[in-house]
Every structure is written in structure tokens, then in C-alpha cells.
Nanobody
């Protein structure tokens, strides 16, 4: 199982970015995926997830209405579209997969996830 995040970078406040999480070794259609982030000096925060059962999604209050999670089963890739970015969004962003069971309704707790990507840095600054 491998997850590779890309798409991070430097963006101005109010700008947008799309993060990608390319999966291998498993099929994203059947497993729940989460996005997390960790800012310097802060705990890791679950910000979004997508379930395998019905494609249902979940968002932390801090990103609700600004971030959108989606997946492309044909590319075996999960995306996180981030809009109206704020300096408070500066962090390393990680995707993770729950492999203990298929057809799992996702959550935003890191203990629910078994494999993690290496992360991609997002910096929001003028």
C-alpha cells in the first residue's frame, strides 16, 4: 500500500490549491480515505474524509465550505480542493487509508487509518 501526495506549494491568502493523493496497492473505490494536516507546534488534525460505502464525505468545521474532497476511481486518486485559503491553513497535508475493512464509513480520527503518505507542504502567505 502506498499513498503519494502532490500539489502543495505557496499560495496567497484567498487563493486555491488542489492536492492529489495517488494510491497504489489497493483500490480507492473500496476503502475510506482521510485528509489530515499538521501545522508546526500543533497536533495533527483530521480535516476531511470520504467513505467507501456511499462516497459520503465529512469535514472539520475549520474547513467546511472551503474544502472539497473527491475521488476518481479510474485514476485511483483522491483530491482535496482548497479554496479561500487562509494563513491558518499552512501545514503539511497528509492522506491516509483505512484498510482494516472495506465499505467503512469514514471519520476524522487518525487512529482509524492504517497507511499514510509522506505529506505535502501547503504555505499560505502574502
Amino acid at each position: 500500500v502506498q499513498l503519494v501526495e502532490t500539489g502543495g506549494g505557496l499560495v496567497q491568502p484567498g487563493g486555491s490549491l488542489r492536492l492529489s493523493c495517488a494510491a497504489s496497492g489497493f483500490t480507492v473505490r473500496y476503502y475510506a480515505i482521510g485528509w489530515f494536516r499538521q501545522a508546526p507546534g500543533k497536533e495533527r488534525e483530521g480535516i476531511s474524509c470520504i467513505s467507501s460505502m456511499d462516497g459520503g464525505t465529512g469535514y472539520a468545521d475549520s474547513v467546511k465550505g472551503r474544502f472539497t474532497i473527491s475521488k476518481d476511481n479510474t485514476k485511483n486518486t483522491i483530491y482535496l480542493d482548497m479554496n479561500n485559503l487562509d494563513p491558518e491553513d499552512t501545514a503539511v497535508y497528509y492522506c491516509a487509508v483505512h484498510t482494516r475493512s472495506s465499505y467503512y464509513r469514514c471519520g476524522l480520527n487518525d487512529y482509524e487509518y492504517d497507511y499514510w503518505g509522506q505529506g505535502t507542504q501547503v504555505t499560505v502567505s502574502s
